[in-house]
């Protein structure tokens, strides 16, 4: 079942990663330039692209920082749980963050007029579509506490728990031989990924939001706060460069474990039980 967390997660995460670096060079284009010369699908792709780009990332690092921690909290359950529930995690995961980020490009209103002009803008300076201030708040909400909050919990209580591990006393039938330790430098580069690429552009999106439908009477505030947001939406395109990393050491250790002759686990648990009674019920004919 390895194979689903590779082909269902990696894989996905990669192609919508080279996606989003392909879309770069327009978007450079069009902020050096401030001119769209392209088509307004193009437009739309590019800048929904950005977002499954961001939502998958943090759904990918969450994985990933779940799938550690309980390696090394619950190791007897780690097997038998991840052969059941990986292909539908992946699934619900990936039909999730793409239906979801619709709403970002479908909000935007983009001009019908099939003659494209040199004028044309494109990504965040789209014309907002008539929605009412509540449901924009509650789009808000909902982005901000399924998209930020929970995944950052779920990734920092990982690391703790990971972390907390390590002061345990390892047992001699129980050897450690680094794996917590490596458990741990992955949760917690998780974490610093989290942390780098996607805090600073959730903390100013809703004071974007503010300054865009100017509830901000400080003309220099609404300036810093969207130039702030700009900024932090260059940071979140940085873990294009960063996940890479996450991605060899995971698929490294996946072809590792593939390499190796498989124990099956009633001989694991035997030798587990042997090296705890000291090895009385072997050789008793001797």
């Known amino acids: 079942m390895e194979y ?3 082909f269902f997660v990696l894989q996905p995460s990669q192609f919508v990663d080279c996606a989003q670096v392909l879309s ?3 978007r450079i284009y069009y902020y050096l330039n401030d001119v769209w010369p ?3 699908f193009l437009c739309l792709v590019c800048f929904y692209l950005k977002y499954v780009n961001m939502y998958a990332s943090i759904y990918f690092l969450v994985c990933i920082s779940m799938r550690r921690c309980q390696l090394i909290i619950c190791p007897l359950s780690y097997n038998s749980s991840r052969q059941k529930g990986d ?3 992946c699934v619900f995961g990936w039909l999730l963050v793409c239906s979801s980020c619709l709403i970002f490009p479908l909000l935007r209103n983009p001009s019908s007029d099939s003659n494209v002009n040199v004028s044309q803008q494109c990504f965040l300076e789209l014309p907002m579509r008539p929605v009412s201030p509540t449901a924009v ?3 808000l909400i909902v982005a901000e506490l399924f998209g930020f909050i929970i995944p950052l919990i779920f990734v920092f209580v990982c690391a ?3 972390a907390g591990s ?3 006393v390892t047992t001699e039938a129980f050897p450690d031989r680094g794996e917590k330790k490596r458990a741990l430098k992955m949760v917690l580069s998780c974490a610093v990924v989290f942390l780098l690429c996607f805090a600073p552009y959730h903390i100013t999106l809703p004071l974007d939001f503010l300054a865009k439908v100017k509830a901000l009477n400080d ?3 609404r300036d810093t706060i969207q130039r702030c947001h700009t900024v932090n939406l260059c940071l979140a395109s940085l873990n294009c460069s960063l996940d890479p990393l996450i991605y060899y050491f995971t698929s490294d250790e996946f072809w590792k474990r593939l390499n190796k002759p498989e124990i099956p686990d009633s001989m694991n648990f035997n030798r587990r039980l042997s090296c705890i009674t000291g090895g009385e019920d072997t050789d008793e004919d001797d």
């Open 137 to 139: 708040w509650a789009l």
């Open 219 to 221: 003309c220099a505030l």
């Open 4 to 6: 689903f967390f590779i």
């Open 166 to 168: 390590l002061r345990k």
């Open 160 to 162: 703790c728990l990971t």
């Open 87 to 89: 292909p539908l995690i």
């Open 38 to 40: 392209f088509s307004n």
């Open 24 to 26: 770069l060079p327009l």
